[in-house]
Antibody, heavy 127, light 107 residues
């Protein structure tokens, strides 16, 4: 069964760049059914979608974060990654990687549901 | 962005109770609504997609309904393992957005 695992530093200094990666195991990231997403969750808040990428490299981002965010995919090492530049304390959160389908590949009646998540990685922005 | 408002913010119920959580969207979302369950220290897990479709492996005591801008998640007979935070997610418009959560406790 496919498995997702986040990795990266747990502490980032203000104004620097947050970088986290997600390794896809037990299946290929080159999969026409799925998109690969980053979602974050601040303590006590609901999840916030950051952006998604297809294995071809096609991306879509949340407009609220788009100016500071880049998502990339590495098909040779079965990973996708997130970079957030110029971080502040407001970027402190648990960062999850997840997969989702789209209207062409979801089960009937569904769209963009996140049906597999990594365990998450807590990233703290602090001096 | 399309806003999702959940109610109540928290509730406490007894084992065996029927429990309902409501999610209201700031506009009609045509059943583009998913529900997740999140237990402490873990990632959210998909329960319901497309407003009323039970995700594979989810117990049948969970169900979803609704239309337009108002949707409900119902637990038919509350079990101890259902203690969690529940989130709704709209996928009608981008960016996809989540509600603020409903915390369910067992009396």
């Amino acid at each position: 069964q496919m498995h997702l695992q986040e990795s990266g530093p747990g502490l980032v200094r203000p104004s620097e760049t947050l970088s986290v990666s997600c390794t896809v195991s037990n299946d290929s990231i080159v999969n026409f059914r799925y998109y690969w997403a980053w979602i974050r969750q601040s303590p006590g808040k609901g999840p916030e979608w950051i952006g998604s990428i297809f294995h071809s490299g096609t991306t879509s981002y949340n407009p609220s974060l788009e100016r500071r965010v880049t998502i990339s995919v590495g098909t040779s090492d079965n990973q996708f990654s997130l970079k957030v530049v110029s971080v502040t304390a407001a970027d402190t959160a648990t960062y999850y990687c997840a997969r989702h389908c789209n209207s062409n590949s979801c089960l009937p009646g569904g769209d963009w549901y996140f049906d597999l998540w990594g365990r998450g990685i807590l990233v703290t922005v602090s001096a | 962005d399309l806003q999702m408002t959940q109610s109540p913010a928290s509730l406490s119920a007894s084992v065996g109770d029927r429990v309902t959580v409501t999610c209201r969207a700031s506009q009609t979302i045509n059943n583009y609504l998913n529900w997740y369950q999140q237990k402490p220290g873990t990632a959210p897990q998909l329960l319901i997609y497309g407003a009323s479709n039970l995700h594979s492996g989810v117990p049948s005591r969970f169900s979803g309904s609704g239309s337009g801008s108002e949707y409900t998640l119902t637990i038919a007979s509350l079990q101890p393992e259902d203690c969690a935070v529940y989130y709704c997610q709209q996928t009608f418009s981008r960016p996809t957005t989540f509600g603020q959560g409903t915390r369910l406790e067992i009396k």
